[in-house]
Protein backbone atom coordinates (compact mmCIF):
# COMPACT_ATOMS: atom_id res chain seq x y z
CA UNK A 1 0.00 0.00 0.00
CA UNK A 2 1.11 3.40 -0.74
CA UNK A 3 1.79 6.77 1.46
CA UNK A 4 -0.77 7.98 -0.76
CA UNK A 5 -3.25 5.11 -0.41
CA UNK A 6 -2.59 4.64 3.11
CA UNK A 7 -3.45 8.59 3.50
CA UNK A 8 -6.83 8.73 1.99
CA UNK A 9 -8.18 5.50 3.61
CA UNK A 10 -7.00 7.50 6.77
CA UNK A 11 -8.78 9.93 5.66
CA UNK A 12 -12.34 8.84 4.65
CA UNK A 13 -12.46 7.05 8.41
CA UNK A 14 -14.70 7.93 10.61
CA UNK A 15 -12.29 7.93 13.65
CA UNK A 16 -10.09 10.40 11.36
CA UNK A 17 -13.29 12.39 11.36
CA UNK A 18 -14.35 12.65 15.49
CA UNK A 19 -10.64 12.99 16.03
CA UNK A 20 -9.95 15.82 13.32
CA UNK A 21 -13.02 17.69 14.85
CA UNK A 22 -12.20 17.50 18.33
CA UNK A 23 -8.81 18.96 17.21
CA UNK A 24 -10.60 21.58 15.05
CA UNK A 25 -12.50 23.04 17.58
CA UNK A 26 -10.55 22.75 20.09
CA UNK A 27 -8.31 24.56 17.80
CA UNK A 28 -11.27 27.19 17.21
CA UNK A 29 -11.18 28.57 20.70
CA UNK A 30 -7.86 29.64 20.85
CA UNK A 31 -8.66 31.20 17.80
CA UNK A 32 -11.67 33.05 18.97
CA UNK A 33 -9.97 33.88 22.30
CA UNK A 34 -6.75 35.58 20.16
CA UNK A 35 -9.33 37.23 17.85
CA UNK A 36 -11.12 38.95 20.98
CA UNK A 37 -7.86 39.80 22.64
CA UNK A 38 -6.80 41.79 19.73
CA UNK A 39 -3.46 39.59 18.81
CA UNK A 40 -4.10 39.08 15.48
CA UNK A 41 -4.09 43.21 14.91
CA UNK A 42 -2.05 44.93 12.72
CA UNK A 43 -0.43 48.51 12.80
CA UNK A 44 -1.94 48.92 9.07
CA UNK A 45 -3.66 47.44 5.89
CA UNK A 46 -1.46 45.32 3.46
CA UNK A 47 -1.87 43.26 0.03
CA UNK A 48 -0.51 39.99 -0.99
CA UNK A 49 -1.46 38.02 -4.71
CA UNK A 50 -2.19 34.65 -6.12
CA UNK A 51 -2.06 34.10 -9.72
CA UNK A 52 -2.91 30.51 -11.46
CA UNK A 53 -1.73 29.97 -15.23
CA UNK A 54 -1.21 26.45 -17.06
CA UNK A 55 1.03 25.56 -19.96
CA UNK A 56 1.16 24.99 -23.49
CA UNK A 57 3.06 23.82 -25.89
CA UNK A 58 4.09 26.05 -29.17
CA UNK A 59 1.07 25.30 -30.64
CA UNK A 60 -1.38 26.10 -28.21
CA UNK A 61 -1.67 23.17 -26.99
CA UNK A 62 -2.29 21.94 -22.69
CA UNK A 63 0.85 20.62 -21.92
CA UNK A 64 1.97 19.60 -18.31
CA UNK A 65 4.22 22.49 -16.75
CA UNK A 66 7.84 21.00 -16.13
CA UNK A 67 9.64 21.36 -12.70
CA UNK A 68 12.37 24.24 -13.91
CA UNK A 69 9.02 26.05 -13.22
CA UNK A 70 8.44 25.00 -9.62
CA UNK A 71 12.37 25.30 -8.98
CA UNK A 72 12.22 28.83 -10.08
CA UNK A 73 9.51 29.72 -7.81
CA UNK A 74 6.06 28.69 -8.89
CA UNK A 75 3.93 26.49 -6.43
CA UNK A 76 2.38 23.00 -7.77
CA UNK A 77 -1.92 22.81 -8.19
CA UNK A 78 -4.58 20.41 -9.08
CA UNK A 79 -3.65 20.03 -12.54
CA UNK A 80 -0.01 18.74 -13.86
CA UNK A 81 -0.85 21.61 -16.47
CA UNK A 82 -1.19 24.46 -13.23
CA UNK A 83 1.12 26.92 -11.58
CA UNK A 84 0.80 29.22 -9.09
CA UNK A 85 2.65 32.16 -8.68
CA UNK A 86 2.21 34.30 -4.77
CA UNK A 87 3.84 37.44 -4.03
CA UNK A 88 4.79 37.59 0.04
CA UNK A 89 2.69 40.48 1.38
CA UNK A 90 3.54 44.24 1.45
CA UNK A 91 2.14 47.29 2.72
CA UNK A 92 -0.96 48.83 1.70
CA UNK A 93 0.78 52.36 0.33
CA UNK A 94 2.49 53.34 -3.23
CA UNK A 95 5.68 51.38 -2.50
CA UNK A 96 4.10 47.99 -1.05
CA UNK A 97 1.71 47.61 -4.56
CA UNK A 98 4.52 48.71 -6.82
CA UNK A 99 6.46 46.20 -5.27
CA UNK A 100 3.81 43.78 -5.52
CA UNK A 101 3.26 44.64 -9.37
CA UNK A 102 7.55 44.05 -9.43
CA UNK A 103 6.96 40.70 -7.61
CA UNK A 104 4.43 39.18 -10.21
CA UNK A 105 5.97 40.46 -12.93
CA UNK A 106 9.28 38.70 -12.03
CA UNK A 107 7.89 35.89 -10.85
CA UNK A 108 5.83 34.74 -14.01
CA UNK A 109 9.28 35.98 -16.16
CA UNK A 110 11.12 33.71 -13.89
CA UNK A 111 8.62 30.77 -14.16
CA UNK A 112 8.10 31.09 -17.73
CA UNK A 113 11.34 31.17 -19.00
CA UNK A 114 12.16 28.59 -17.06
CA UNK A 115 10.41 26.16 -19.25
CA UNK A 116 11.08 27.55 -22.26
CA UNK A 117 10.78 26.71 -25.35
CA UNK A 118 8.92 23.40 -24.88
CA UNK A 119 6.21 24.92 -22.55
CA UNK A 120 4.54 28.59 -22.39
CA UNK A 121 3.10 29.66 -19.38
CA UNK A 122 -0.41 31.36 -19.99
CA UNK A 123 -2.59 33.97 -18.57
CA UNK A 124 -5.76 33.31 -19.19
CA UNK A 125 -8.52 31.63 -16.85
CA UNK A 126 -9.63 28.84 -19.23
CA UNK A 127 -7.69 26.45 -21.50
CA UNK A 128 -9.44 25.63 -24.74
CA UNK A 129 -6.74 23.73 -27.36
CA UNK A 130 -6.85 19.94 -25.61
CA UNK A 131 -3.50 18.26 -25.93
CA UNK A 132 -3.14 15.53 -28.87
CA UNK A 133 -5.08 12.88 -26.86
CA UNK A 134 -8.37 15.39 -26.10
CA UNK A 135 -9.90 17.06 -23.70
CA UNK A 136 -12.31 14.05 -22.51
CA UNK A 137 -9.46 11.55 -22.29
CA UNK A 138 -7.09 13.99 -20.60
CA UNK A 139 -9.66 14.95 -17.70
CA UNK A 140 -11.80 10.95 -17.39
CA UNK A 141 -7.94 8.92 -17.23
CA UNK A 142 -7.98 7.22 -14.20
CA UNK A 143 -6.71 4.19 -12.43
CA UNK A 144 -7.80 2.45 -9.30
CA UNK A 145 -5.40 1.17 -6.79
CA UNK A 146 -6.10 -0.90 -3.58
CA UNK A 147 -9.36 0.60 -3.94
CA UNK A 148 -8.50 4.57 -4.09
CA UNK A 149 -9.25 6.58 -7.22
CA UNK A 150 -5.66 8.38 -8.87
CA UNK A 151 -6.08 10.73 -11.72
CA UNK A 152 -3.22 10.26 -13.69
CA UNK A 153 -2.96 13.69 -15.13
CA UNK A 154 -4.20 15.15 -11.13
CA UNK A 155 -0.68 16.39 -9.54
CA UNK A 156 0.49 13.66 -7.21
CA UNK A 157 -0.20 15.45 -4.34
CA UNK A 158 -2.04 12.67 -1.11
CA UNK A 159 -3.64 16.26 -0.60
CA UNK A 160 -5.70 16.32 -3.62
CA UNK A 161 -6.44 12.94 -4.02
CA UNK A 162 -8.27 12.98 -0.74
CA UNK A 163 -10.24 15.39 -1.93
CA UNK A 164 -10.94 13.93 -5.23
CA UNK A 165 -11.78 9.99 -3.51
CA UNK A 166 -14.02 12.08 -0.96
CA UNK A 167 -15.63 13.89 -3.28
CA UNK A 168 -16.05 10.63 -5.24
CA UNK A 169 -17.90 8.69 -2.43
CA UNK A 170 -20.02 11.68 -1.60
CA UNK A 171 -21.51 11.78 -5.32
CA UNK A 172 -21.14 7.96 -5.90
CA UNK A 173 -18.07 7.87 -8.22
CA UNK A 174 -19.43 10.49 -10.87
CA UNK A 175 -19.27 14.22 -11.00
CA UNK A 176 -21.85 15.54 -13.06
CA UNK A 177 -21.58 19.15 -14.60
CA UNK A 178 -23.70 21.09 -16.70
CA UNK A 179 -23.68 24.07 -18.53
CA UNK A 180 -24.50 25.80 -21.93
CA UNK A 181 -23.71 22.83 -24.78
CA UNK A 182 -22.42 20.12 -22.03
CA UNK A 183 -23.80 17.68 -19.65
CA UNK A 184 -21.11 15.27 -18.81
CA UNK A 185 -20.21 13.25 -15.82
CA UNK A 186 -16.65 13.00 -14.59
CA UNK A 187 -14.51 10.75 -12.74
CA UNK A 188 -12.56 12.76 -10.65
CA UNK A 189 -12.79 16.68 -9.60
CA UNK A 190 -10.08 16.91 -12.06
CA UNK A 191 -12.36 19.20 -14.72
CA UNK A 192 -12.30 21.44 -11.85
CA UNK A 193 -8.69 22.67 -13.49
CA UNK A 194 -9.98 23.48 -16.17
CA UNK A 195 -10.24 27.00 -14.50
CA UNK A 196 -7.77 28.95 -13.26
CA UNK A 197 -7.86 32.60 -11.17
CA UNK A 198 -6.22 35.66 -9.28
CA UNK A 199 -6.79 35.66 -5.68
CA UNK A 200 -6.28 39.30 -4.09
CA UNK A 201 -5.61 39.72 -0.19
CA UNK A 202 -6.44 42.52 2.00
CA UNK A 203 -5.02 42.26 5.67
CA UNK A 204 -7.33 44.29 7.60
CA UNK A 205 -5.61 46.23 10.92
CA UNK A 206 -8.38 45.18 13.35
CA UNK A 207 -10.69 42.69 13.94
CA UNK A 208 -13.35 45.42 15.03
CA UNK A 209 -13.10 46.73 11.60
CA UNK A 210 -12.91 43.76 10.34
CA UNK A 211 -16.83 43.26 9.73
CA UNK A 212 -17.42 45.91 7.77
CA UNK A 213 -14.77 45.85 5.28
CA UNK A 214 -15.60 42.01 4.44
CA UNK A 215 -19.56 42.73 4.04
CA UNK A 216 -18.81 45.75 1.83
CA UNK A 217 -16.73 43.41 -0.23
CA UNK A 218 -19.53 40.79 -0.46
CA UNK A 219 -21.01 43.86 -2.40
CA UNK A 220 -18.28 44.75 -5.02
CA UNK A 221 -18.63 40.85 -5.99
CA UNK A 222 -21.23 41.63 -8.96
CA UNK A 223 -19.03 44.39 -10.49
CA UNK A 224 -16.20 43.52 -9.87
CA UNK A 225 -16.76 39.74 -11.61
CA UNK A 226 -18.45 41.62 -14.50
CA UNK A 227 -15.55 43.71 -15.52
CA UNK A 228 -12.83 41.34 -15.36
CA UNK A 229 -14.88 37.87 -17.19
CA UNK A 230 -12.68 35.67 -19.37
CA UNK A 231 -13.61 32.00 -19.92
CA UNK A 232 -16.94 31.97 -21.72
CA UNK A 233 -15.98 28.68 -23.96
CA UNK A 234 -15.06 25.20 -22.60
CA UNK A 235 -12.14 23.01 -24.84
CA UNK A 236 -14.56 22.29 -28.06
CA UNK A 237 -13.98 18.79 -27.92
CA UNK A 238 -15.96 19.08 -24.14
CA UNK A 239 -19.61 20.21 -25.82
CA UNK A 240 -22.16 17.39 -25.94
CA UNK A 241 -24.33 19.47 -27.97
CA UNK A 242 -23.44 21.63 -31.09
CA UNK A 243 -26.12 21.42 -33.26
CA UNK A 244 -26.71 24.96 -33.11
CA UNK A 245 -22.67 26.93 -32.77
CA UNK A 246 -24.62 30.70 -32.87
CA UNK A 247 -27.12 29.51 -30.33
CA UNK A 248 -24.55 28.11 -27.36
CA UNK A 249 -22.60 31.32 -28.41
CA UNK A 250 -25.30 33.62 -27.58
CA UNK A 251 -26.16 31.21 -24.28
CA UNK A 252 -22.87 30.63 -22.85
CA UNK A 253 -21.95 31.77 -19.53
CA UNK A 254 -18.90 34.94 -19.58
CA UNK A 255 -17.49 33.67 -16.33
CA UNK A 256 -17.77 29.70 -16.66
CA UNK A 257 -15.51 29.23 -14.07
CA UNK A 258 -18.04 29.87 -11.38
CA UNK A 259 -20.16 27.27 -12.88
CA UNK A 260 -16.82 24.89 -13.41
CA UNK A 261 -15.81 25.37 -9.76
CA UNK A 262 -19.20 24.97 -7.67
CA UNK A 263 -20.01 22.27 -9.77
CA UNK A 264 -17.13 20.07 -9.30
CA UNK A 265 -16.98 21.00 -5.88
CA UNK A 266 -20.79 21.37 -4.49
CA UNK A 267 -21.53 17.69 -3.61
CA UNK A 268 -22.02 17.95 0.71
CA UNK A 269 -25.06 18.26 1.89
CA UNK A 270 -24.49 22.05 2.13
CA UNK A 271 -22.73 23.76 -0.69
CA UNK A 272 -18.88 24.63 -0.06
CA UNK A 273 -18.84 27.08 -3.38
CA UNK A 274 -20.65 30.47 -2.61
CA UNK A 275 -21.44 33.66 -1.83
CA UNK A 276 -20.93 33.79 2.14
CA UNK A 277 -23.48 35.45 4.49
CA UNK A 278 -22.41 38.57 6.16
CA UNK A 279 -20.72 38.68 9.46
CA UNK A 280 -21.47 40.66 12.65
CA UNK A 281 -17.79 39.95 13.93
CA UNK A 282 -14.20 38.50 13.07
CA UNK A 283 -15.10 35.66 15.40
CA UNK A 284 -17.32 34.56 13.22
CA UNK A 285 -15.48 33.70 10.22
CA UNK A 286 -14.25 31.02 12.68
CA UNK A 287 -17.67 29.92 13.50
CA UNK A 288 -18.42 29.25 9.88
CA UNK A 289 -15.55 27.06 9.43
CA UNK A 290 -16.42 25.04 12.23
CA UNK A 291 -19.79 25.11 11.41
CA UNK A 292 -18.75 23.93 7.43
CA UNK A 293 -19.49 20.69 5.91
CA UNK A 294 -16.37 17.98 6.87
CA UNK A 295 -14.47 17.84 3.79
CA UNK A 296 -11.41 14.95 3.34
CA UNK A 297 -9.94 15.53 7.32
CA UNK A 298 -6.50 15.18 7.41
CA UNK A 299 -4.14 15.31 10.86
CA UNK A 300 -0.65 16.45 10.69
CA UNK A 301 1.31 13.68 12.28
CA UNK A 302 0.52 12.15 8.91
CA UNK A 303 1.92 14.78 6.97
CA UNK A 304 5.08 15.65 9.06
CA UNK A 305 6.13 14.58 12.65
CA UNK A 306 8.03 18.26 13.44
CA UNK A 307 7.02 19.58 16.83
CA UNK A 308 4.05 22.42 16.63
CA UNK A 309 6.31 25.33 17.18
CA UNK A 310 4.82 28.51 15.46
CA UNK A 311 0.99 29.78 14.83
CA UNK A 312 0.40 27.80 12.03
CA UNK A 313 1.31 24.35 13.74
CA UNK A 314 -0.67 25.29 16.56
CA UNK A 315 -3.95 25.80 14.20
CA UNK A 316 -2.86 22.77 11.39
CA UNK A 317 -6.10 21.10 11.27
CA UNK A 318 -8.34 24.53 11.79
CA UNK A 319 -6.66 25.88 8.89
CA UNK A 320 -6.76 22.51 6.70
CA UNK A 321 -10.86 23.07 7.11
CA UNK A 322 -10.39 26.32 6.19
CA UNK A 323 -8.57 25.51 2.98
CA UNK A 324 -11.98 23.52 2.06
CA UNK A 325 -14.43 26.08 3.04
CA UNK A 326 -14.45 27.21 -0.41
CA UNK A 327 -16.90 30.30 -0.57
CA UNK A 328 -16.11 33.12 -3.00
CA UNK A 329 -15.12 35.31 -0.50
CA UNK A 330 -13.30 34.15 2.74
CA UNK A 331 -11.03 35.31 6.07
CA UNK A 332 -7.31 33.81 6.19
CA UNK A 333 -6.92 34.11 10.06
CA UNK A 334 -3.18 34.05 11.07
CA UNK A 335 0.25 33.70 9.06
CA UNK A 336 2.53 36.47 7.20
CA UNK A 337 1.52 39.98 8.51
CA UNK A 338 2.89 42.82 7.49
CA UNK A 339 3.93 45.47 10.34
CA UNK A 340 4.98 43.60 13.12
CA UNK A 341 2.46 40.91 13.83
CA UNK A 342 4.66 38.20 15.08
CA UNK A 343 2.78 35.93 12.64
CA UNK A 344 -0.81 36.84 12.96
CA UNK A 345 -3.47 39.22 10.98
CA UNK A 346 -6.74 38.77 9.22
CA UNK A 347 -6.88 38.94 5.48
CA UNK A 348 -9.79 39.05 3.02
CA UNK A 349 -9.02 36.81 0.31
CA UNK A 350 -11.38 37.70 -2.48
CA UNK A 351 -11.60 34.35 -4.74
CA UNK A 352 -14.05 35.13 -7.92
CA UNK A 353 -11.51 36.91 -10.58
CA UNK A 354 -10.17 34.83 -13.54
CA UNK A 355 -6.61 34.67 -14.69
CA UNK A 356 -6.42 38.35 -17.09
CA UNK A 357 -5.46 37.91 -20.39
CA UNK A 358 -1.71 39.81 -18.74
CA UNK A 359 0.59 40.46 -16.11
CA UNK A 360 -0.58 44.08 -16.08
CA UNK A 361 -4.21 43.19 -16.22
CA UNK A 362 -3.70 40.66 -13.09
CA UNK A 363 -1.82 43.98 -11.41
CA UNK A 364 -4.76 45.88 -12.71
CA UNK A 365 -7.47 44.25 -10.89
CA UNK A 366 -5.54 43.46 -7.62
CA UNK A 367 -5.28 47.61 -7.36
CA UNK A 368 -9.06 47.99 -8.29
CA UNK A 369 -10.41 45.16 -5.68
CA UNK A 370 -8.26 47.01 -2.57
CA UNK A 371 -8.91 50.09 -3.48
CA UNK A 372 -12.33 49.55 -3.72
CA UNK A 373 -12.77 47.58 -0.62
CA UNK A 374 -11.23 50.19 1.44
CA UNK A 375 -12.29 53.06 0.09
CA UNK A 376 -16.02 51.76 0.57
CA UNK A 377 -15.18 52.13 4.40
CA UNK A 378 -13.40 55.26 4.14
CA UNK A 379 -15.59 56.96 2.40
CA UNK A 380 -18.30 55.86 4.98
CA UNK A 381 -19.68 54.58 1.25
CA UNK A 382 -23.87 52.83 2.34
CA UNK A 383 -23.18 50.13 -0.23
CA UNK A 384 -23.22 47.42 2.96
CA UNK A 385 -27.03 48.52 3.34
CA UNK A 386 -28.00 46.53 -0.08
CA UNK A 387 -29.60 43.48 0.52
CA UNK A 388 -27.18 40.58 0.49
CA UNK A 389 -29.30 38.38 -1.44
CA UNK A 390 -29.16 41.43 -3.89
CA UNK A 391 -25.07 41.38 -4.02
CA UNK A 392 -25.76 37.38 -4.76
CA UNK A 393 -27.84 37.74 -7.84
CA UNK A 394 -25.60 40.40 -9.06
CA UNK A 395 -22.34 37.97 -8.62
CA UNK A 396 -24.47 35.63 -10.50
CA UNK A 397 -25.82 37.43 -13.20
CA UNK A 398 -22.07 38.75 -13.54
CA UNK A 399 -21.06 35.72 -14.05
CA UNK A 400 -23.74 34.48 -16.90
CA UNK A 401 -23.87 38.29 -18.55
CA UNK A 402 -20.87 40.22 -17.63
CA UNK A 403 -20.91 43.57 -18.35
CA UNK A 404 -24.54 42.76 -19.58
CA UNK A 405 -25.65 41.40 -16.23
CA UNK A 406 -27.93 43.34 -14.01
CA UNK A 407 -26.14 44.63 -11.22
CA UNK A 408 -27.56 46.08 -8.28
CA UNK A 409 -25.70 48.88 -6.47
CA UNK A 410 -26.57 51.74 -3.81
CA UNK A 411 -24.93 55.33 -4.86
CA UNK A 412 -22.85 57.38 -2.22
CA UNK A 413 -26.75 58.79 -2.38
CA UNK A 414 -27.64 55.80 -0.56
CA UNK A 415 -30.53 54.89 -3.80
CA UNK A 416 -30.45 52.01 -5.23
CA UNK A 417 -29.89 51.58 -8.86
CA UNK A 418 -29.14 49.03 -11.81
CA UNK A 419 -27.47 51.48 -13.80
CA UNK A 420 -24.25 49.97 -15.15
CA UNK A 421 -22.67 53.09 -16.39
CA UNK A 422 -22.97 55.24 -12.58
CA UNK A 423 -22.27 51.79 -11.24
CA UNK A 424 -19.05 51.69 -12.56
CA UNK A 425 -18.52 55.53 -11.76
CA UNK A 426 -18.79 54.80 -8.37
CA UNK A 427 -16.72 51.84 -8.40
CA UNK A 428 -14.11 53.46 -10.24
CA UNK A 429 -14.42 56.89 -8.06
CA UNK A 430 -14.12 54.95 -4.24
CA UNK A 431 -11.60 52.87 -5.80
CA UNK A 432 -9.15 55.41 -6.56
CA UNK A 433 -9.96 56.84 -2.93
CA UNK A 434 -9.19 53.83 -1.45
CA UNK A 435 -5.94 53.87 -3.14
CA UNK A 436 -5.49 57.81 -2.54
CA UNK A 437 -6.07 57.40 1.37
CA UNK A 438 -3.28 54.72 1.26
CA UNK A 439 -1.17 57.43 -0.33
CA UNK A 440 -0.40 55.90 -3.83
CA UNK A 441 0.09 58.68 -6.10
CA UNK A 442 -2.58 59.98 -8.60
CA UNK A 443 -0.49 59.53 -11.74
CA UNK A 444 -0.15 55.40 -10.88
CA UNK A 445 -3.46 55.12 -9.96
CA UNK A 446 -4.73 56.18 -13.37
CA UNK A 447 -1.76 53.69 -14.66
CA UNK A 448 -3.29 50.92 -13.27
CA UNK A 449 -7.15 52.06 -13.06
CA UNK A 450 -7.52 53.61 -16.70
CA UNK A 451 -7.54 50.19 -18.83
CA UNK A 452 -10.21 48.94 -16.63
CA UNK A 453 -12.03 51.71 -17.25
CA UNK A 454 -11.65 51.44 -21.21
CA UNK A 455 -13.13 48.16 -20.67
CA UNK A 456 -15.95 49.98 -19.33
CA UNK A 457 -15.80 52.31 -21.88
CA UNK A 458 -15.44 49.91 -25.30
CA UNK A 459 -18.12 47.66 -23.19
CA UNK A 460 -15.71 44.93 -23.85
CA UNK A 461 -14.21 42.37 -21.47
CA UNK A 462 -12.01 39.09 -22.05
CA UNK A 463 -14.86 37.59 -22.19
CA UNK A 464 -16.48 39.85 -24.73
CA UNK A 465 -13.76 39.85 -26.79
CA UNK A 466 -13.25 35.90 -26.69
CA UNK A 467 -17.34 35.65 -27.99
CA UNK A 468 -16.68 38.39 -30.81
CA UNK A 469 -13.93 36.13 -32.02
CA UNK A 470 -15.74 32.92 -32.01
CA UNK A 471 -18.56 34.70 -34.10
CA UNK A 472 -16.75 35.89 -36.47
CA UNK A 473 -14.80 33.03 -37.27
CA UNK A 474 -17.91 31.09 -37.23
CA UNK A 475 -19.51 33.61 -39.94
CA UNK A 476 -16.22 33.19 -41.79
CA UNK A 477 -17.11 29.52 -42.13
CA UNK A 478 -15.31 27.70 -39.38
CA UNK A 479 -17.21 25.23 -37.47
CA UNK A 480 -17.29 25.61 -33.40
CA UNK A 481 -14.05 23.30 -32.95
CA UNK A 482 -11.90 25.21 -35.63
CA UNK A 483 -13.25 28.74 -34.51
CA UNK A 484 -12.47 28.53 -30.55
CA UNK A 485 -9.64 26.72 -31.60
CA UNK A 486 -8.54 29.93 -33.74
CA UNK A 487 -9.87 32.33 -31.41
CA UNK A 488 -7.30 30.72 -28.50
CA UNK A 489 -4.38 30.90 -30.20
CA UNK A 490 -4.89 34.88 -31.24
CA UNK A 491 -5.27 35.07 -27.40
CA UNK A 492 -1.86 33.65 -26.52
CA UNK A 493 -0.40 35.34 -29.36
CA UNK A 494 -1.61 39.06 -28.32
CA UNK A 495 -1.66 37.81 -24.44
CA UNK A 496 2.46 37.42 -24.74
CA UNK A 497 2.75 40.23 -27.38
CA UNK A 498 1.24 42.83 -25.89
CA UNK A 499 1.27 44.84 -22.29
CA UNK A 500 -2.05 45.17 -21.79
CA UNK A 501 -5.43 43.80 -22.45
CA UNK A 502 -6.73 47.65 -23.36
CA UNK A 503 -4.31 47.29 -26.26
CA UNK A 504 -6.90 45.10 -27.53
CA UNK A 505 -9.85 46.92 -27.74
Not at 173 to 186: K, L, Q, Y
Not at 454 to 475: E, F, H, I, M, N
Request: hydrophobic share 40%; aromatic share 8%; net charge negative.
Amino acid sequence: MSETTDLVERSLSADAADRFTERVEHQADRLREAIRGGRLDNPDFAVGLEMEVYGVDPDGRLTAVPDDAYEAGATKELGVHNAELNTDPDPFDESGLTEQADRIESAFAAADDAVAPDCRLVNDAMWAIPPEAGSVSYLTATERRDGVVFATNMRADPRYTALDNETLRLCDGSVEFDAPGIDRAFPSILFESLATSIQPHLQIPSAEEFPEYYNAAIRTLGPVLALSTNSPFLPPDLYTDTDDPEALLAQTHHELRIAVFEQSMNVTPSPKVRVPADIDSAAETVDRVVADDLFAPVLREWITDEPRRSFADEHWEFDHKRSTYWRWLRCVIGGDPVGGGDERSLRIEYRPIPTQPTVADVVSMQWLTVGLIRGLVETDHPLSELSWESARESFYNAARDGLAGTLHWLTAEGERTTDSELIFEEVFETARAGLEAAGVGGQHVDSRLDPLEQRVAAGVTPSVWKRRQVRDRLRAGDDLSAAITGMQREYIRRSRETDSFAEWL
